[in-house]
């Protein structure tokens, strides 16, 4: 089969999936988001073993489900919960060997950061019941994927001029710019549809989505960095021609936080 | 001079003078541990150069101070502000070396969370006006000092048996033990002198007790661990016989954090 055409199955399932488990909210969108962290994890720690580093592989991987449970049952004390969590790295981190400790510690700790923390975020996001979070995380997955797609398709028929070959080697500058206006467009459709939180008034929708194009690619470029880094095209093969999990929710990893500060800020 | 005079020369001006900032609080007690943060990380991150790694050294040191001043104004939103910055770390990593950046972007972080991150629990401890937060904090530092003299006293005077020399060559299981007993005796006639906060009753004076005598140690061995990683015997030598700013607030790193933990869990 076509890659093209494992692309096409991955999404007739996943994105209905998707978009029925944001819907139910509570604890099965918990659990999707839990599976993402824990394949997510294992592929970022597979990176960091490629670059030399032993970090704390299975015991990050476990606390990082946790995490995300943690982020839906006590939101509140999420800080306290970090500081307990990166003091038992330092301390799991005397039991085992000296040299190159300062490296493992470290990567243990950005993987946890990068993974459980950033995507908690979408959990703290849907929770938002007076501000509708069921709404704010169907735009925030649907914008993302148009970005994506335009600027998939753009870049593939009009992108000759790459924008930052040295870190992702396929994305060009015509490319950016239709995901760019692809985020914006969605928000203003959704707007339309009445399918946003009534709360948010239209100039603050436009904002979501200048945050929503605008970081969702420098997330595409982050996970790209750490892939050229440890010189590898994927991060895993087990969502067949999307790649791994890392590749295909790189964009989460950074929109997903800054639309959830945004949206407190805003409250 | 020997060591030995200029150690008791630092003494006598240091003890003192901390005492006297922590009893002021307020910006003089934050402008004392933004100093040592800012020494702290210089020392951490070379460590981490040694090992091959290229921290966002100056950025995150400046950082380090912001993140103290705003411990000190707006303990609430910390978990937020740490969000912020972890992503600004990556996205100033896309601008840096490709090569290395996993390695790069994660030692900034680990020093930003062990030095920062974990002292400014100091701080919020200090700010806990109703829980009578600068008793406390005498309290942490003055058992602290008194875990670290015993242990040292009795370390030379009868410690045979090191306790676990392949991560701190000098720590012998007595020093250990009398240490313990010293952070355990120091809690106990500060209630016995009506030093301490009279919201926490004997018995969870005691836990704060063993807590800071057990994780006090274990903040030794962690900035030990780091120091054998890199090779070197002392992290710089800005405080003469006491070494660097990490060697002598090793303790502290593990202990605040957890002590400040424990006195939220009371509240």
């Known amino acids: 089969m076509s890659n093209f055409a494992t692309r096409m199955i991955i999404n007739a399932i996943g994105i209905p999936a998707i978009l029925f488990l944001i819907h ?29 580093s032993d970090p704390i ?7 990082g489900v946790i995490w ?17 969590i990166a ?22 700790i950005l993987g ?13 996001l849907r929770e938002l019941h007076n501000f509708q979070g069921r709404k704010l995380v169907t735009l925030l997955f649907v914008s993302i994927w148009i970005c994506d797609s335009l600027g998939f398709v ?35 459709i959704f707007y339309y549809m009445g399918w946003t939180p009534e709360l948010l008034s239209f100039v603050q929708l436009i904002v979501l989505g200048l945050i ?11 996970e790209s960095l750490f892939k050229r880094d440890a010189g590898v095209k994927d991060t895993s093969s087990i969502l ?15 929109a997903s936080p800054l639309v959830y500060l945004y949206v407190l800020l805003i409250l």
């Open 212 to 222: 929503i194009g605008t970081f969702g690619q420098i997330g595409d470029f982050v």
């Open 57 to 63: 592989f299975i015991t990050a991987t476990i606390i």
């Open 154 to 188: 753009f870049g593939k028929w009009l992108g000759k001029r790459k924008i930052a070959p040295q870190v992702s080697p396929n994305k060009s500058i015509v490319g950016c710019i239709a995901g760019f206006f692809g985020s914006l467009a969605t928000v203003i």
């Open 24 to 52: 139910l909210g509570g604890l099965p969108f918990v659990i999707l988001i839990a599976i993402i962290v824990v394949i997510g994890q294992i592929e970022f720690y597979s990176l960091a073993k490629r670059k030399g």
């Open 240 to 254: 067949l021609g999307h790649g791994g999990v890392l590749d295909r929710f790189d964009a989460f990893f950074i």
């Open 112 to 124: 946890f950061i990068y993974i459980p923390v950033f995507l908690s975020t979408i959990v703290l």
């Open 87 to 108: 003091i038992m790295f330092l301390i799991i981190g005397l039991f085992r060997h000296v040299s190159g400790s300062i490296t493992d510690i470290s990567s243990t």
């Open 68 to 84: 995300i449970i943690a982020s839906f049952y006590m939101s509140e004390n999420l800080f306290c919960l970090l500081i307990l």
